[in-house]
């Protein structure tokens, strides 16, 4: 029945949204782990819980213009989707890159509407974006584009509606300009955005908070199955914050770093990527460049490999943290071949469905990354709260925090794979979790 019920809905999604895979998969990899939740409460099909939830609340879509360094007119799209607000606020970062598409904001939306809840937190899911490739652009041109991507965005977004912070190609930098032109439009010094700067109501902590927030969860996985993250050699990949937020707490807890990657190859150092290596990883990226094969030339005794993931490397453990769909199932075989047994996801959306199940059939235990990933968006919203209470947080609280809502997390993702039946299943686990809790406050609220 339950089964039935979940097919007609992942067809509803295609039939819907046609061509749009990555909403597809998403959709598809949860409300597939929901069959035993649905079996138990079947209230839950009763109150159309699914049809509602694979529909966005809002999706808007619109125009972005402006004029490069050469005097030319560019024009871009731009995006939000607000996607289910039943538990707080929508929340989510907006990612700048040329492949920007509806597709991609809704899966990445779709996917945190259950990470936000697994926080714990009173945030509701949203993402947003645009095609707009920073890559190789000036400053100037980045301002530009950030003031008028926020001149239609401003309408739409506010401190009690919907909180947008950054993603890929969106950081410190444009985080600043989109702020500055929200404030010059409505008069208002507000919490609107997060990842601020730190002197203006951002949240020291934040930075860091995705990376280190995903080792923390890896270190319960491992813990859990008996293993010291003292005794690992890890890969991972991408160069950008997240990954140097996981650089930096790996080295921290002892564990062993050889390998990051970029869309040009990855680097792999066997005497171990830490101290000044990581942070060289700020200057790659402040490059604005998008290559890592400058490391290579800076630090002897480390080689970079063009045109491969690093999954080839021999590790005991794999956070891949560069961007969707990098472990493909080729990728799943060369990592079991490889003798690995843990995989812990940084990246929204990291693996296909087709490789987390070869993972997983292969006794590999996988961290989902709307778990692992997590504590970005929790630094987040605990910005939020310093925003509101016009206060400033030591970075030692929220540190503290951090640790505390990802240890918080790996337990709801392993009581409901087991309360269902999964056993210690975190990506089903973790669904679950995501999901009671929406589902049930989308009840409360009636038909809306
Ligand atoms: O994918 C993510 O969770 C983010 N890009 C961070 C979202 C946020 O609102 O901090």
Not at 304 to 319: N, Q, R, S, T
Not at 338 to 367: F, R, W
Request: glycine share 12%.
């Amino acid at each position: 029945m339950s089964k039935q019920y979940v097919e007609k809905c992942i067809e509803l999604t295609k039939k819907n949204y046609p061509g749009e895979t990555e909403f597809h998969q998403t959709v598809e990899e949860v409300l597939t782990s929901l069959i035993p939740v649905l079996e138990q409460h079947p209230e839950y099909e009763k109150h159309a819980i699914l049809e509602r939830l694979i529909e966005p609340e809002r999706f808007v879509s619109f125009r972005v213009v402006w004029v490069d360094d050469a005097g030319k007119v560019r024009v871009n799209k731009g995006y939000r989707c607000q996607f289910n607000s039943a538990i707080g606020p929508y929340k989510g970062g907006l990612r700048f890159a040329p492949n920007v598409s509806p597709s991609i904001i809704k899966f990445l939306g779709f996917e945190q509407i259950f990470k936000n809840s697994l926080t714990g937190l009173p945030i509701g899911g949203g993402k947003g974006g645009s095609n707009f490739d920073p890559v190789g652009k000036s400053d100037a041109e980045i301002m530009r584009f950030c003031q008028a991507f926020m001149t239609e965005l401003y309408r739409h977004i506010g401190p009690e509606t919907d909180v947008p912070a950054g993603d890929l190609g969106v950081g410190a930098k444009e985080v600043g300009y989109l702020y500055g032109q929200y404030k010059r439009i409505v008069n208002r010094f507000e919490g609107v955005l997060t990842g601020k700067g730190l002197d203006w109501g951002g949240l020291n902590g934040r930075t860091e908070a995705t990376g280190y927030g995903i080792v923390y969860y890896a270190n319960e996985m491992l813990k859990h199955c008996g293993k010291d993250i003292k005794d690992m050699t890890v890969a991972i990949s991408g160069f950008g914050n997240v990954s140097w937020g996981t650089a930096l707490k790996l080295n921290e807890l002892g564990a062993k770093l050889v390998t990051i990657s970029g869309p040009d190859g990855y680097i792999y150092d066997e005497n171990g990527i830490s101290g000044e290596k990581v942070d060289f990883m700020k200057e790659l990226r402040a490059s604005g460049k998008n290559i890592c094969a400058p490391y290579a030339d800076k630090f002897p005794g480390s080689k970079f490999v063009a045109g491969k993931k690093p999954w080839e490397v021999k590790a005991d453990l794999y956070i891949p943290c560069a961007t969707q769909n990098e472990i493909l199932i080729d990728d799943a075989k060369t990592i079991v071949s490889n003798g690995c047994k843990y995989v812990c996801e940084g990246s929204n959306m990291s693996s296909t469905n087709e490789a987390i199940k070869y993972l997983q059939d292969s006794d590999v235990v996988v961290g989902p990354s709307k778990a692992a990933n997590a504590g970005g968006v929790a630094c987040s919203c605990i910005e939020m709260g310093q925003n509101s209470g016009k206060t400033v947080f030591a970075p030692s609280d929220v540190h503290a925090q951090l640790e505390n809502i990802m240890v918080g997390i790996h337990n709801s993702c392993q009581t409901a794979a087991e309360q269902y039946g999964f056993g210690y299943n975190l990506v089903a686990g973790a669904n679950i979790a995501g999901f009671v809790k929406v589902a049930n406050a989308m009840m409360e609220q009636g038909y809306v």
